[in-house]
């Protein structure tokens, strides 16, 4: 089992930046890519951005080109993304999720390809 945990989502302003992390615990070293996505009120769960344990291949969703980065510490076990030039339409809840599927190739932005995720953390931004 692994175990994935959020953390530092919250109410910004439009133009701000907002960094979050994600703790991964148990068999996480049995996983591959590390992903963040995001589900806005009544829409569905959407691929953001992902990142893989075993190389820095990364891999993201055109509409955070240039302002997202996703990075890890594998000492830590963490995640973390970062988020600059944040807008209204960045709003939802955002998880973490863990799976086998290599970052950087189709599968690995398919929700259901992923088996462990976490509770999720709220960002709100105001216009």
């Known amino acids: 089992q692994v175990q994935l945990v959020e953390s530092g989502g919250e109410l910004v302003q439009a133009g701000d930046s907002l960094r979050l992390s994600c703790v991964a615990s148990g068999r996480a070293f049995a996983t591959e890519a590390m992903a963040w996505f995001r589900q806005a009120p009544r829409k569905e769960r959407e691929f953001v951005i992902c990142?893989?344990?075993?190389?820095?291949?990364?891999g993201y969703t055109d509409s955070v080109k240039g302002r997202f980065t996703i990075s890890r510490d594998s000492a830590k076990n963490t995640v973390y993304l970062q988020m600059n030039s944040l807008t209204p339409e960045d709003t939802g809840v955002y998880y973490c999720?863990?799976?086998?599927?290599?970052?950087?190739?189709?599968?690995?932005?398919?929700?259901?390809?992923?088996?462990?995720w976490g509770q999720g953390t709220q960002v709100t931004v105001s216009s």
């Open positions: 999720a863990t799976s086998r599927v290599y970052c950087g190739n189709y599968f690995s932005r398919r929700v259901g390809k992923y088996n462990y």
């Open positions: 990142i893989n344990w075993s190389d820095e291949n990364t």
